[in-house]
Structure formats: C-alpha cells, structure tokens
C-alpha cells in the first residue's frame, strides 16, 4: 500500500517526494535531501521554461531525474504514475484535488486525466481517494482502514474510564479551627537601597521602611 500526498512537501516518514514544477524549490523539494527519495521529473514544457535552473547544480546529484509525458495533469496525477513504475498496485491520494479552477489548463483535459488513470487500472493499478470533496475519478477509501490496531492512537488521558473512576488519594488540607487563626500584621512597606562604601568595599544592597511623603 502507498499513500500519495500533494504539494510535494517533505512529511516526516514520506519514502519519496515527487515533484514536475521545481520554481519553489527552497520552499518544498529541497528539504526532502537526506530524508527521503527526491524525483524531479523534466518535460517538454519544462524545458521550455528552463525549470531545471530552480534547482542548485550542488543538489543535482541528490535528485532522481525522470520524464513526464503530461505536465498537464499535475504533480499530483505525475506522482501516481511514479509510484505505479515503482511497482506498487495499490494507491491511495490525500491532497490531490484537482479543485476546478485551480489548475485551469487542467480543467480542459480531464478526458487524458480519465484515460491516464483508466490505463494505469489496466495495468492493475488500483487508485483511492481520501476525500470525496476530490475530483479525482478514482473510489472512496481512507488508508487508515488497513492500519493495523496497535497503529491507532491511544485515547487521550482524559478520555479513558479508569482515570476517571480512579478516587483521588491526594489528602485534604488540614484548616485550624478559626479562633486559633489570628490575623497577620500586614508587612511594613520596605524599599531597596544601594550602599556604596568610601573605603572602596563593594557595593550592597540593605532594606530600609519606605516612609510616608509629606
């Protein structure tokens, strides 16, 4: 199973980060370098703009070059078709929603977006989203239904019963009665004064009562 996120951001645990528009290199590919696979893939469109010199030649050794036949489809349609040549079979997409309007070249070719994915399910592939808000022609499925059990987060620990129904042990705090409290003196009001010896001892600080201004 493999789960597909976009933007190409790096996420802590990501196995790869799969990019076709590098012009935000610094801000999103480059922190992937020594923590996950980094794939950037050229094109003829890409090659048009000159995308390749967003990326630093000093970290050209650190990504993995590929080809894209359809820039059009989105980083996110590119990273699906990546990880279908890794040879995973089974696809599940968080984030790639092709919201109408967003990607507007896009919105004119969703008949190859419908043929990409129905020759990759061809193939075997299967394809998910997580989201029924994505317009991605692809089923329902949330990954976290194949999680196994001890992957699911424990409860909060206010949630669980046993905290709940535990009495607390703390012991009450001991009052005297009242006719043994007697009220405190409340304190003079003091100030702080920096001494400074002739004989040229250091410098102190003595408390001395703050008297009333006339």
């Keep these: ?9 790096y996420r802590q645990g990501a196995g790869a980060v ?3 528009d590098p012009r935000s290199f610094d801000q999103k590919e480059r922190h992937a370098i020594g923590k996950a696979r980094l794939v950037v893939a050229l094109s003829h469109w890409g090659n048009e703009i000159g995308l390749k010199r967003f990326v630093p030649k000093r970290f050209h050794r650190s990504v993995e ?8 489809l989105t980083s996110g349609i590119y990273a699906i078709e990546w990880a279908a040549k890794q040879g995973c079979n089974e696809i ?5 929603d092709l919201s109408p309007g967003y990607h507007r070249r896009l919105d004119t070719q969703r008949p190859l977006l419908s043929k990409t994915l129905a020759a990759l399910e061809a193939k075997g592939v299967r394809i998910f989203k997580r989201s029924p808000a994505s317009t991605l022609p692809v089923p329902v499925r949330d990954p976290a239904e194949h999680l196994p059990e001890s992957a699911a987060r424990p409860p ?5 019963p046993a905290l709940k129904a535990t009495p607390s042990r703390r012991p009450a705090p001991s009052v005297a009665p009242k ?5 405190r003196p409340a304190a003079a009001p003091e100030r702080r004064v920096l001494l400074r010896p002739r004989n040229g001892g250091p410098p102190r600080v003595v ?7 006339r």
């Design 1 to 9: 199973m493999t789960v597909l996120l976009c933007p190409p951001f």
């Design 18 to 20: 799969v990019s076709i």
């Design 65 to 72: 070059w590929d080809w894209c036949t359809h820039p059009v």
């Design 92 to 96: 599940y997409t968080m984030g790639v």
């Design 156 to 160: 909060p620990p206010s949630a669980s």
């Design 179 to 183: 006719r043994f409290l007697r009220a």
């Design 207 to 213: 408390h001395v009562p703050d008297l009333p201004r």
